[in-house]
């Protein structure tokens, strides 16, 4: 078997090559390396850019450099692929309000180039989406502080309203991103799925403020720094590990039912910000400085996936829970400590 990962350097994007490597297939890396993110963070941004380059290379994964939404590139690479898992992405709200131009580049024109290589190739492909496409207009209503008992049922599945509430640029992005992929399962007959995929977070995510906030709790709790809070702190997400998202990619590549589809850890893995710092302080055993700052245009301050739709089309569910799954993030940060800052390393 060869599996083409796109943006495989990222965070998911490198548990999906680990994940088909222990399985003896063969994998592409293909990632245009972009420094967008980290450049924000105040980590070591050259070395932990390179982390996962080295990490997949020692693994035995074919390493390219290069883009998404270079066509060529993309068609020429996935030459005698079998599966294209298509993780690049500009994924903050953030940036995309700043640079609207690379958001929708790399979000909609990087993801019909994918499902163009696909249809070309005849191969499945799976993209990852966002439940951001649904907008952050929940139960009616944008006030903070809604928690998981404010909502009858919990979950939230696919047949929930999209784009509702004040929207940015990633919400056009991804869902436009997503309205492709139907329209090439509709017309050109493409085995395609979208994961509307909720707060991932595990092992070798450089999370900054922008993106990523379970690791950024976690690498800013272990170094000292203060933790910056937006909003009330009680915005409740349920939140998936790495490994988790890696086993759905490859349901969809053992079941192929295209469609769009919500991925998530579901009520037992709902948590709130506050709780989720709580956590952390447990694990850690350091309380870490909360500094609370005003919330920010398009936060979603409420969701939990109703993932039965996987589970009863593709036969997955999540497995590792909260507890268990940022123990194991705060032990890799722990061991690697030098991608954040070299001050933080000589303290550890």
Request: aromatic share 10%.
């Amino acid at each position: 078997m060869k599996v083409l990962v796109t943006g495989g350097c990222g965070f998911i994007g490198s548990h999906v090559c680990e994940f088909y490597r222990g399985r003896g297939a063969s994998v592409i890396s293909y990632d245009n390396m972009t420094k967008v993110e980290l450049q924000r963070t105040q980590y070591a941004v050259e070395r932990a850019r390179d982390y996962n380059w080295d990490y997949l290379k020692q693994l035995g994964v074919a390493m390219v450099k290069a883009d998404v939404r270079d066509y060529e590139a993309l068609l020429e690479t996935a030459k005698g692929a079998d599966y294209i898992v298509h993780t690049a992405a500009q994924p903050a709200v953030t940036i995309s309000m700043e640079d609207v131009d690379l958001d929708f580049s790399t979000n909609v024109l990087g993801t019909l180039n994918v499902l163009k290589t696909a249809r070309e190739y005849d191969i499945p492909v799976v993209s990852c989406a966002t439940i951001h496409v649904y907008g952050n207009l929940i139960n009616g209503t944008l006030a903070e502080g809604a928690t998981r008992y404010r909502r009858t049922p919990p979950e939230i599945d696919e047949s929930h309203p999209t784009m509702e509430g004040l929207l940015t640029p990633l919400h056009a992005s991804k869902r436009s991103a997503e309205l492709y992929l139907q329209v090439f399962i509709d017309t050109y007959k493409v085995r395609a799925a979208s994961y509307r995929l909720t707060g991932l977070y595990g092992p070798r995510q450089l999370g900054g403020e922008d993106h990523g906030w379970v690791a950024n709790f976690s690498i800013r709790a272990l170094l000292g720094w203060p933790l910056h809070v937006y909003g009330t702190g009680k915005q409740v997400r349920d939140i998936l590990f790495a490994t988790d998202v890696a086993e759905a990619f490859h349901a969809f590549y053992e079941h192929q039912v295209p469609g769009i589809y919500n991925i998530g850890g579901g009520v037992e893995s709902a948590i709130s910000l506050v709780e989720c710092i709580d956590l952390i302080a447990s694990i850690t055993g350091r309380k870490p400085d909360v500094q609370m700052r005003p919330g920010r245009h398009g936060d979603l301050h409420y969701f939990v996936c109703d993932s039965s739709k996987a589970r009863q089309q593709l036969q997955w569910t999540p497995k590792v829970r909260p507890v268990a799954g940022v123990r194991q993030l705060i032990d890799w940060t722990r061991a690697n400590f030098d991608l954040f800052t070299p001050a933080a390393a000589m303290k550890a």
